[in-house]
């Protein structure tokens, strides 16, 4: 139980284009998704913490302009890179808590998503 | 505000020997402890928690204590194996609060 699917797994484009990944909680509702940015041999920047019917709530330092989040539905966010340019190239792995039980449901990671900008 | 440190550097070792990786954190409240694991071109995968003090985790013959008068969360396994060979990262969340703080992560390399 508890898997999170992630798509694309992997993405190159041209710069300028506008790429959009999915992140779907596939057997478990969940009114909180996490959105994360990862370096090569980095940890894990949380990006922004995404509701389910509500705005996104940005970390300090991530443009909303260009990274836009929509979580429509209990199973489904999205996050767009707007125009994208080789410095948004990246590993973005989003994450999905269930909606049942205490605040400290363990996360459930999606594969990532690695995004290559040419 | 919550932190999580991890050791330094990558870990090599050898087939069958005992792995030990240290976790020590800083928190306001009462945090949940959790390690994950990531393989190479993967997601994190969680592998093992705990939610209060004195807790044993485990999973997949990995094991961690919450260790509250030291504030550490040390992973240890007895025997690993090659298969063993990822990036394993501690993590903590407070209660009601939706983030996740994660240290920076620890390469472990297993050699047949």
């Known amino acids: ?118 | 505000g919550n932190s999580v440190t991890q050791m330094e550097g990558p870990v090599t070792l050898s087939e069958e020997a005992f792995l030990t990786i240290n976790c020590t954190y800083t928190a306001t409240g009462y945090p949940s402890l959790f390690w994950y694991v990531q393989y190479p071109g993967e997601g994190l995968q969680l592998l093992l928690k705990a939610t209060k003090a004195d807790d044993k985790g485990s999973n997949k013959g990995f094991e961690a204590t919450y260790r509250k008068e030291t504030t550490s969360f040390h992973l240890e396994k007895g025997s690993v194996q090659v298969s063993d060979s990822a990036v394993y990262f501690c993590a903590l969340s407070t209660n009601g609060n939706n983030r996740l703080a994660f240290g920076k992560g620890n390469q472990v390399v297993v050699i047949p």
């Open chain 1, 1 to 118: 139980g508890a898997v999170v699917s992630q798509h694309p797994s992997w993405v190159i484009c041209k710069s300028g284009t506008s790429v959009k990944i999915e992140c779907r909680s596939l057997d478990f509702q969940a009114t909180t998704m996490f959105w994360y940015r990862q370096f090569p041999k980095q940890s894990l920047m949380l990006m922004a913490t995404s509701n389910e019917g509500s705005k996104a709530t940005y970390e300090q330092g991530v443009e909303k302009d260009k990274f836009l989040i929509n979580h429509a539905s209990l199973t489904l966010s999205t996050l767009t890179v707007t125009s994208a340019h080789p410095e948004d190239s990246s590993f973005y792995i989003c994450s999905a808590r269930s909606s049942i039980g205490s605040d400290n449901q363990p996360q459930h990671f999606g594969d990532g998503t690695r995004l290559s900008i040419l």
